[in-house]
């Protein structure tokens, strides 16, 4: 916060005039003062929750990150409202306790959260998150939404690969097109969860024809299980297992295992067909812009990430591909501070 816009004779304005020697010659009563007041400096909250993790982050209001923390799943379109709220407010509850801070001091909320605008939670998202956190100006986005936002640029597209994908971009003009996020029955091609499913019928069908199989090892040993109760997890709850899997193909395919490495361009492709239709629709294909990728599906295997690359610049030679410029919940994070006194400015959706 910008001492200028403390309230005057306030601790804070007292201690950054020290510190700039605007006091030149304090007496000692301004010193007892200075270090007998205690403040408490108000914080905001960040969310970047998905269909495997929820990320937080809890921000002071000068801008200094006071705490990271995880969570588990928070896409209410998978786990239901009830457990996407609670992983949210468990991951702000671990900020709040690492860093010594109560629920009182926070004033503002800004989450990315995937699945919310499907699941028409937003409403519900808000509401119940002010009752827990009283004094806080809350607003909640898609992960879409936000992590286009967070590019900072136009013309851009977002590519999200994590449990699930989609792909989102905008013109110069500011006009927007998306494709994916249709979830695991309609299918997500290219995400975790997907890639571990394609993986589970390629492991399937080698077991029948009697192959050995490095994956399927690989797989086995991580689930500590065998085949068969693997298939009953499955059954269960197939968020839990399928897109575990796919850090098992990545690193399968890095060791040489032929099917793996078949499989990851394979995912890719699909992947980059969601990107042609958006390059199409925004009549991107021959100018310049930047495209990001996000998620968990990036970063782990060359197989898959050259791949990808490789066929965007096919279909768009002049684009610059990168990660995003900043985690998605230190975006939130610093959109919620930068509006502690007014509204939280939503990202365009």
């Known amino acids: 916060m910008d001492s200028d816009s403390c309230r005057k ?3 804070l304005q007292l201690v950054a005039s020290l510190s700039t020697g605007a006091i030149q010659r304090p007496n000692t009563a301004v010193f007892r003062l200075v270090i007998a007041y205690p403040f408490h ?3 905001v909250l960040g969310f970047d929750g998905g269909g495997t993790k929820t990320e937080c982050v809890l921000m002071d209001e000068s801008g200094g990150i006071l705490a990271r923390s ?4 928070s896409n209410p379109t998978r786990v239901g409202v009830d457990a996407a709220l609670a992983a949210l407010i468990e991951a702000a509850e671990k900020a709040l306790t690492a860093s010594s801070q109560s629920v009182s001091e926070v004033v503002g909320i800004y989450g990315a959260v995937a699945g919310v605008g499907t699941a028409r939670a937003t409403p519900e998202f808000i509401r119940r998150l002010k009752l827990k956190f ?5 607003a909640i986005d898609t992960d879409l939404a936000v992590s286009l936002a967070a590019i900072g640029e136009k013309p851009s597209i977002v ?3 994590g449990t699930g994908s989609a792909v989102f971009g905008t013109d110069a003009s500011g006009s927007t097109a998306r494709d994916g996020g249709f979830g695991p029955v309609l299918g997500d091609p290219g995400s975790a969860y997907e890639n571990g499913r394609k993986a589970l019928v390629m492991e399937s069908r080698r077991l029948l024809s009697g192959e050995v199989s490095y994956l399927r090892n690989e797989i086995l040993g991580a689930f500590k299980c065998n ?3 693997l298939q009953d997890q499955i059954r269960a709850n197939p968020d839990s297992v399928l897109p575990k899997i796919f850090p098992l193909v990545t690193r399968a395919a890095n060791e040489g295992d032929e099917s793996a490495r078949v499989l990851l361009p394979s995912a890719a492709r699909e992947l980059s067909e969601f990107v042609a239709r958006v390059v199409d629709r925004l009549k991107l294909g021959e100018g310049k812009f930047f495209l990001a990728k996000t998620g968990g599906v990036f970063g782990r295997s060359p197989f898959f990430d050259n791949a990808f690359d490789k066929l965007v610049l096919e279909i768009a030679p002049k684009a610059k591909i990168g990660p995003l410029p900043a985690p998605v919940a230190d975006f939130c994070a610093r959109a919620a501070r930068d509006c502690l006194d007014g509204p939280v400015r939503r990202a365009e959706s």
């Open 9 to 11: 004779g306030s601790p």
């Open 41 to 43: 400096m108000r914080c």
């Open 70 to 73: 995880r969570s588990g799943p």
């Open 134 to 138: 009283p004094n806080a100006n809350v």
């Open 159 to 161: 590519v999200i690969a």
């Open 227 to 229: 085949w068969v109760d």
